[in-house]
């Protein structure tokens, strides 16, 4: 299940984690939180959906399909969160669940306000079986600035001590090859990766999340969804291709030309 933000041009949000899902061959189920204008090159508006219709979502998806493992993506309000963090603990018992802490669209508008980011402080990260922070949701989160490898590790510490058990802080923002850095409250490990020169990267950080959930759902463990959602995630850039003027989104489908 993904409980996130609804993205028009389909490269990121509700729609890029349903792709990732069925390339990865599980059934998405979904949960509209707001409704995006949007293009690969900005966000022009959204609005949130209501409380009760989130609430409602979550509970007609649950009391029918259920769910192996859930996602969050945008949460617009704190009131959002709150709710979906009752729904997902108190009354659904997922334990399966990954936080994708979204904050800022990769054209640079926000997208939650700061009350929301208190309450996912509060309210997700002590649920979350992992939590998946960029380098600036990392520093939001801990009020701290990134810059090095140390600083990653750091500030991987600080964000599990709100409680989630693993940390995956991606360190695509960071100069020279990306290392995410996966940490799950004793050991620390890092994964690196190659830079992939392409500007199609819109929907990134939903696509790996949601590819984590899948792992997680098809019965991994936390370090090695992550291991297995960094490969699918780097293959999809590889494989990408320009949509629009922007930033196109991935390949979620890059498996299927094999």
Same mark, same amino acid.
């Given at each position: 299940?993904?409980?996130?933000?609804?993205?028009?041009?389909?490269?990121?949000?509700?729609?890029?984690?349903?792709?990732?899902?069925?390339?990865?061959?599980?059934?998405?189920?979904?949960?509209?939180?707001?409704?995006?204008?949007?293009?690969?090159?900005?966000?022009?508006?959204?609005?949130?959906?209501?409380?009760?219709?989130?609430? =409602?979502?979550? /509970?007609?998806?649950?009391?029918?399909?259920?769910?192996?493992?859930? @996602?969050? !993506?945008? #949460? $617009?309000? *704190?009131?959002?969160?709150?709710?979906?963090?009752?729904?997902?603990?108190?009354?659904?018992?997922?334990?399966?669940?990954?936080?994708?802490?979204?904050?800022?669209?990769?054209?640079?508008?926000?997208?939650?306000?700061?009350?929301?980011?208190?309450?996912?402080?509060?309210?997700?990260?002590?649920?979350?079986?992992?939590?998946?922070?960029?380098?600036?949701?990392?520093?939001?989160?801990?009020?701290?600035?990134?810059?090095?490898?140390?600083?990653?590790?750091? =500030?991987?510490? /600080?964000?599990?001590?709100?409680?989630?058990?693993?940390?995956?802080? @991606?360190? !695509?923002? #960071? $100069?020279? *090859?990306?290392?995410?850095?996966?940490?799950?409250?004793?050991?620390?490990?890092?994964?690196?990766?190659?830079?992939?020169?392409?500007?199609?990267?819109?929907?990134?950080?939903?696509?790996?999340?949601?590819?984590?959930?899948?792992?997680?759902?098809?019965?991994?463990?936390?370090?090695?969804?992550?291991?297995?959602?960094?490969?699918?995630?780097?293959?999809?850039?590889?494989?990408?291709?320009?949509?629009?003027?922007?930033?196109?989104?991935?390949?979620?489908?890059?498996?299927?030309?094999?």
């Amino acid at each position: 299940m993904t409980i996130a933000g609804s993205d028009s041009g389909a490269g990121a949000g509700i729609q890029a984690d349903l792709k990732t899902f069925a390339a990865l061959g599980v059934y998405g189920t979904s949960v509209i939180t707001a409704i995006t204008a949007q293009n690969t090159r900005d966000v022009t508006s959204f609005e949130p959906v209501s409380v009760k219709l989130v609430e =409602a979502q979550i /509970d007609t998806v649950m009391a029918d399909i259920g769910t192996d493992a859930a @996602k969050t !993506g945008m #949460l $617009p309000s *704190a009131e959002i969160v709150e709710a979906t963090a009752r729904a997902i603990v108190n009354r659904h018992h997922i334990s399966k669940f990954v936080c994708d802490p979204v904050m800022v669209a990769k054209s640079g508008s926000r997208l939650l306000d700061d009350g929301a980011v208190q309450a996912m402080r509060d309210y997700l990260l002590p649920i979350a079986m992992v939590v998946t922070p960029n380098i600036p949701e990392a520093e939001v989160l801990t009020g701290g600035t990134i810059k090095t490898l140390d600083d990653m590790r750091a =500030a991987a510490e /600080d964000i599990a001590a709100m409680g989630c058990q693993v940390v995956v802080i @991606k360190g !695509g923002h #960071l $100069p020279g *090859a990306p290392i995410d850095l996966v940490y799950d409250g004793g050991d620390c490990e890092e994964l690196p990766g190659e830079r992939i020169d392409t500007p199609n990267t819109h929907g990134t950080g939903c696509t790996f999340s949601a590819a984590i959930t899948a792992h997680l759902a098809k019965g991994l463990k936390p370090v090695a969804a992550v291991r297995e959602a960094k490969a699918y995630i780097t293959a999809a850039l590889k494989a990408s291709y320009p949509i629009g003027s922007g930033h196109s989104p991935v390949n979620h489908f890059h498996l299927m030309a094999r």
